[in-house]
């Protein structure tokens, strides 16, 4: 899957979600990845007009559905952030088009107990090249981490990720 590229005046305007006093406002099944993703970017452009800032915080209340809105939030504004700031007074299509070309590939399986998948993460923990000799993968491992899952990095840049809640 490559990454997609987002509209969001049209996510936002199609989505049926509104923008309170407080927040972005709608039913939990209307708050997609997409739709979290384009309020918080929209924002954040925002305030950059205005303000200068070095911090973002997201506030959740207890609802269930608040973590994963609140991940999707963080997953969207850490990278409009880095945009912004690395651009400073120059277009963001300047800084991106001076990029190089990258793709990008995740898959999602589903239906795997979490128990399951500690323990597939913890069996390669600890045998890494078993797992990249198993996924022909040939570069050497560079790095690897274990805060959120198992994270190989490779020599050739390429990054394989295993998370025991199966987000991509």
């Known amino acids: 899957m490559m990454a997609q590229t987002l509209n969001s005046s049209q996510v936002i305007t199609q989505s049926d979600v509104t923008f309170g ?12 990845s997409n739709v979290c993703a384009a309020f918080s970017i929209a924002f954040v452009a925002g305030i950059k007009q205005n303000f200068s800032f ?13 973590y994963a ?4 939030t ?3 504004v850490l ?18 088009n001076g990029l190089p070309k990258r793709f990008t590939y995740s898959v ?3 239906n795997v ?4 998948s500690k323990t597939i993460i913890s069996k390669y923990t600890k045998n890494r090249e078993e797992l990249t000799t198993q996924l022909g993968l040939t ?15 490779m020599s050739n840049n390429f990054i394989v990720h295993f998370r025991p809640s199966g987000d991509v």
């Open 21 to 32: 006093t407080s927040g972005a406002r709608g039913l939990v099944t209307q708050f997609t």
């Open 54 to 66: 070095k911090t973002v915080a997201i506030a959740i209340d207890n609802r269930p559905s608040s």
């Open 69 to 72: 809105m609140a991940q999707a």
């Open 74 to 76: 963080r997953d969207a």
């Open 79 to 96: 990278p409009a952030i880095m945009l912004l700031v690395s651009a400073g007074k120059s277009d963001i299509s300047t800084l991106v």
């Open 108 to 110: 999602r399986i589903q």
């Open 113 to 116: 107990k979490t128990e399951e």
């Open 139 to 153: 570069a050497k491992v560079i790095d690897v981490n274990c805060t959120d899952g198992l994270r190989i990095s």
